[in-house]
């Protein structure tokens, strides 16, 4: 199976079937989508980022980097029909109190599995799909090869003792070409594109940009895909902007600046670089950082969650703990 090891997978013979079409091996590819909970599952933002499928057997990694099969793949590896697993893993909170299930949650307790459902529903590149994590596969050949009595019990020994040497995490990282360190979410790259762009700040001066960093950190960990759609610090600093005159700061701390701000090329705002954007005294930075956290984060920065919400940006739950991550305590009073 896959070429990818030097030891082949031991695979039983597929079953002939009138009507239907060879599976077709693909290459792999990125894959953009969302996950979708079961009604069993926690709500996680997790989703396919690699996908291929080869030999028939489909596999991919999830955006945390985790390592997954598709039912039939798994149903291969352990020399099992796929109906097999699937009865399995659908219906898991009656199949877990039986033996098989009993033992099963042993296995799955000794890979640290924690979850009450025995996959992720997903959208990948062909649709919507259950993806069966590294844990549970390991978990399920590990019993197949080991504790079942079925025919191709000998199918699923010899795939689990490949796989405990070389890893489940391997095999599936080469499977999809897929290299962890050079993965990194387009998110996080706008944002360090973004920031290397704009990191010539005169001294004496602060950026709205700069200083909400934190705000954009708690976006990008809530599941906000941060585009040229998403610019925080344009709302930020159109309030900020209308403090500043209405506070008269200028007479406090200094007039501010115009400098030019860039947008990275992707963005059509690029167009216009450089953008003519307003710094600040750096003296002003405490009131800055006081206003952003007892007005905006309070009053300005629901609404504007709100909004990427509507557009689809990230999922409602997401928002309300986004919300609740960027409060800032007040200290005890002395």
């Known amino acids: 199976m896959l070429g990818i090891f030097k030891e082949s997978f031991c695979m039983p013979a597929p079953r002939k079937t009138s009507g239907r079409a060879p599976v077709k091996s693909v290459s792999p590819q990125l894959v953009s989508s969302i996950y979708l909970p079961s009604e069993h599952q926690p709500q996680l933002a997790l989703?396919?980022?690699?996908?291929v499928e080869r030999d028939g057997v489909a596999m991919g990694v999830l955006s945390?980097?985790?390592p997954y099969l598709h039912l039939r793949g798994l149903a291969?590896?352990?020399?099992v029909d796929h109906s097999v697993v699937q009865r399995l893993?659908?219906?898991w909170p009656e199949e877990k109190a039986k033996p098989r299930g009993l033992r099963l949650q042993e296995l799955l307790a000794a890979q640290g599995y924690k979850s009450d459902a025995l996959f992720l529903r997903t959208i990948g590149a062909n649709g919507e799909t259950l993806a069966i994590t590294d844990a549970v596969c390991m978990a399920i050949l590990?019993?197949?090869?080991?504790?079942?009595t079925q025919s191709s019990s000998g199918v699923a020994l010899r795939n689990y003792r490949i796989l405990a040497r070389t890893s489940f995490r391997t095999f599936i990282y080469q499977g999809c070409g897929y290299v962890p360190d050079a993965h990194v979410p387009d998110?996080?790259?706008t944002f360090h594109e973004r920031i290397l762009l704009n990191d010539q700040i005169p001294i004496g001066f602060f950026s709205i940009f700069r200083e909400i960093a934190d705000l954009v950190v708690h976006m990008i960990k809530a599941g906000c895909n941060l585009d040229s759609h998403t610019v925080p610090d344009g709302s930020v600093g159109i309030r900020w902007s209308t403090h500043w005159v209405r506070a008269g700061f200028a007479g406090m701390y200094g007039e501010r600046q115009k400098m030019?701000?860039?947008?990275p090329n992707s963005f059509p705002q690029s167009v216009a670089n450089p953008v003519p954007a307003w710094v600040y005294p750096v003296e002003a930075l405490g009131e800055f950082r006081k206003w952003l956290y007892a007005?905006?984060?309070?009053?300005n920065f629901p609404d504007y969650i709100k909004s990427k919400v509507k557009q689809g940006m990230f999922l409602p739950a997401h928002g309300q703990a986004l919300l609740s991550a960027v409060q800032r305590p007040a200290l005890p009073a002395a």
């Not at 291969?76 to 020399?79: A, N, P, T, V």
């Not at 007005?295 to 009053?299: A, D, M």
Request: contains cysteine; negative net charge; hydrophobic residues 30%.
């Open 47 to 51: 989703f396919p980022i690699a996908e």
């Open 64 to 66: 945390d980097g985790t």
């Open 76 to 79: 291969r590896l352990c020399g």
């Open 89 to 91: 893993i659908s219906n």
């Open 142 to 148: 590990e019993y197949y090869a080991f504790e079942a």
């Open 187 to 189: 998110s996080w790259r």
């Open 260 to 263: 030019g701000h860039k947008y």
């Open 295 to 299: 007005v905006y984060v309070p009053e």
